[in-house]
């Protein structure tokens, strides 16, 4: 059984770039969530998604950054014209739909550096 | 303050110790708790889930849940040094499925 798929593993930005980051569910979930990660501090909600609808999205920031998932095909998370302040570790992670969806299965994460 | 409190240590513990990590909340809706074990460059990995108060036990690995004084307790009997990682507490409220952290203890576990 595979499990959560992200790509790349490691993407280099320069400032001003776009950075594409991409998520495949495990089989059979259809809610997708994306977390960041900045060096030595905690998870930090971004966007919850289900197929075609964007169901919370209360941590992203206001500007550059989008987010989708549509009905075939992995989850984006796009992000605009790069600062270095967006260097982190990006996490997507999926649950099952229906009453399982407290369980949260993570990805391996893409570390994205922006120079 | 921050929703969500846990001591970034390090914690250094001889093999074979019991560890003991914790964390501190401040809102009261929180109902569902979870521990992840993150090691070095890696994605998160959930070890224990617990549902309102009280206790559930997995191997060597116990999560308690203290409702009423918002508090969280992983434990870790025989650790060994593949426990050696950053275990994350996690909890959510019951009609919302984003996942607050806290931002996690490093442990060693020394042979």
């Known amino acids: 059984n595979a499990g959560v798929m992200q790509n790349p593993r490691h993407l280099v930005r320069r400032r001003g770039q776009e950075a594409r980051l991409r998520c495949s569910p495990m089989?059979?979930?259809?809610?997708v969530y994306w977390y960041r990660q900045l060096p030595e501090e905690g998870l930090k909600f971004m966007v919850y998604?289900?197929?075609?609808?964007?169901?919370?999205e209360s941590g992203m920031p206001k500007e550059r950054f989008s987010a989708e998932f549509p009905k075939e095909g992995p989850s984006i998370l796009r992000i605009q014209q790069v600062v270095r302040g967006d260097s982190a570790a990006y996490f997507c992670?999926?649950?099952?739909?229906?009453?399982?969806?407290?369980?949260?299965?993570f990805g391996p994460g893409t570390r994205l550096t922006v120079t | 303050q921050k929703e969500v409190e846990q001591d970034p240590g390090p914690l250094s513990v001889p093999e074979g110790a019991i560890v003991s990590l914790n964390c501190t909340y401040s809102?009261?809706?929180?109902?569902?708790f979870m521990w992840y074990r993150q090691y070095s460059r890696k994605g998160p990995e959930l070890l224990m889930y617990?549902?309102?108060?009280g206790n559930k036990e997995d191997g060597r690995f116990t999560a308690q849940v203290d409702k009423s004084s918002k508090y969280i307790s992983l434990f870790i009997r025989d650790s060994q040094p593949s426990d050696s990682a950053t275990y994350l507490c996690?909890?959510?409220?019951?009609?919302?499925?984003?996942?607050?952290f806290g931002a996690g203890t490093r442990l060693a576990v020394h042979p």
């Open positions: 992670a999926s649950s099952p739909p229906g009453q399982g969806t407290y369980e949260q299965y």
């Open positions: 089989k059979g979930h259809s809610h």
């Open positions: 998604l289900q197929k075609e609808n964007i169901i919370d």
């Open positions: 809102n009261s809706a929180f109902q569902y």
């Open positions: 617990t549902y309102s108060s």
């Open positions: 996690a909890m959510r409220s019951g009609g919302y499925n984003k996942l607050i």
